[in-house]
């Protein structure tokens, strides 16, 4: 049975760091793009960051540049979510999702994942 596993959020105050896990399970891995998507309370989900099946391609929502950094660990049928300098914004729940693909192409488009985890809290709060 096909099955994403988000970990790692928390509380934590402006300016610090997390770093969410999403691991998979009961699929072939290297086969899925994975996105980041983040919900907060009273607001429409939304793309955070995605990578291809390979890794070789990323992108990132604008909101995010320069302090989010996505990278997968095939070998460990997970992918991860380094967060910086994180803002009281950036609360919020926090899913990943899964793509199957062909090539090495990645979407950011919601519609285009088939799978998703159950979400984890993040919360950026002094």
């Known amino acids: 049975q096909l099955q994403l596993v988000e970990s790692g959020g928390g509380l934590v105050q402006p300016g610090g760091s997390l770093r969410l896990s999403c691991a998979a399970s009961?699929?072939?891995?290297?086969?899925?793009?994975i996105g980041w998507f983040r919900q907060a309370p009273g607001k429409e989900r939304e793309g955070v960051s995605c990578i291809s099946s390979s890794g070789g391609s990323t992108k990132y929502a604008d909101s995010v540049k320069g302090r989010f950094t996505i990278s997968r660990d095939n070998a460990k049928n997970t992918v991860y979510l380094q967060m910086n300098s994180l803002k009281p914004e950036d609360t919020a729940v926090y899913y990943c999702a899964a793509d199957y693909r062909g090539s090495d192409y990645v979407s950011p488009l919601e519609d285009e994942y088939d799978y998703w985890g159950q979400g984890t809290q993040v919360t950026v709060s002094s």
């Open positions: 009961g699929f072939t891995f290297d086969y899925y793009a």
